[in-house]
């Protein structure tokens, strides 16, 4: 497809929270420009960084006219910053990109594709690879489940942010909530209202371990993820401790124990 000016029936909007990312928002917008399929705009909220984060960004759409920069005044968080998009937003899908993370060429032609193949599925999401900070590769690709109900992503979180895809024509409008893992928050609303969630079986996307991360504590994701069953989901006690197991029992299968790097669950 051309660069000429979409339809809002095959606009993606990429949503791109950034604060203090100068050394990797490059990359991860570059990664967005060189996909296969270009009706797509990119909308990058800059949350007052104080680092170059922003003229970074500024350059690119000086260049190319679906990167569209915001200016936050005042730090407000991930959710908020993800809010500010979705409001100036126009496409019938949503894709979420963090500003450090990467996709492949393919990853919106794909996984579009799989969502026009089935007209049940609103939420759909890929496989991947961690890299590090250097960009190299620190395993093989991540597993997925071929789709998840509400009651399954519940036990097995594996929606990673940068992979999730909306179809805002079948799910509706949508917010994030303040929570500190808002991404994983709206993909259980969106399933609990009955969607379905498509797994893309490719790898199409790049993971950023970050060393510095606060998140990457494994006892502090565990603590976020009970809280999301708790305070976001109300889920009984009984409930959450079924659910939280089996959490557990996949994190350690999948990665060794790490359990969530960033803003997001473990997978």
């Known amino acids: 497809m051309g660069k000429g000016a979409p339809t809002v029936s095959s606009l993606v909007s990429v949503i791109t929270p950034a604060y203090g990312v100068e050394a990797f928002i490059g990359a991860s ?8 399929y270009e009706d797509f705009e990119l909308l ?3 949350d007052a960084s104080s680092d170059a984060t922003a003229d970074i960004v500024e350059s690119f759409a000086a260049r190319d006219g679906r990167v569209r920069l915001i200016r936050k005044l005042q ?11 979705l409001d100036a937003s126009r496409g019938r899908y949503v894709a979420f990109l963090d500003s450090d993370d990467l996709w492949l060429p393919e990853k919106l032609q794909v996984q579009l594709a799989a969502m026009a193949a089935d007209p049940d599925v609103a939420v759909s999401y890929t496989s991947f690879r961690k890299i590090d900070e250097s960009g190299a590769l620190l395993g093989p690709p991540i597993s997925i489940p071929r789709q998840l109900d509400y009651r399954g992503l519940l036990k097995n979180t594996a929606i990673v ?6 179809d805002r024509q079948r799910t509706g409008p949508f917010r994030m909530k303040r929570t500190f893992y808002d991404d994983y928050a709206l993909w259980l609303e969106l399933l609990r209202r009955g969607h379905k969630a498509m797994g893309v079986r490719r790898d199409l996307a790049r993971y ?3 060393s510095g ?4 504590n494994k006892f502090n994701s565990a603590r976020h993820v009970w809280n999301t ?10 409930d959450s401790a079924w659910c939280f197991a089996h959490y557990g029992v996949n994190a350690v299968r999948k990665h ?3 359990m969530g790097e960033k803003n997001d669950p473990d997978v």
């Open 29 to 36: 917008v570059s990664s967005v420009l060189a996909q296969t």
């Open 161 to 166: 942010t940068s992979t999730g895809m909306v």
């Open 256 to 258: 060794g124990g790490a």
């Open 75 to 85: 730090n407000g968080g991930p959710a908020e910053a993800r809010n500010t998009a």
């Open 229 to 238: 069953y708790r305070q976001v989901e109300r889920l009984g006690l009984l």
């Open 208 to 210: 950023r371990v970050r």
């Open 44 to 46: 990058v909220v800059d």
């Open 213 to 216: 991360s606060w998140s990457r």
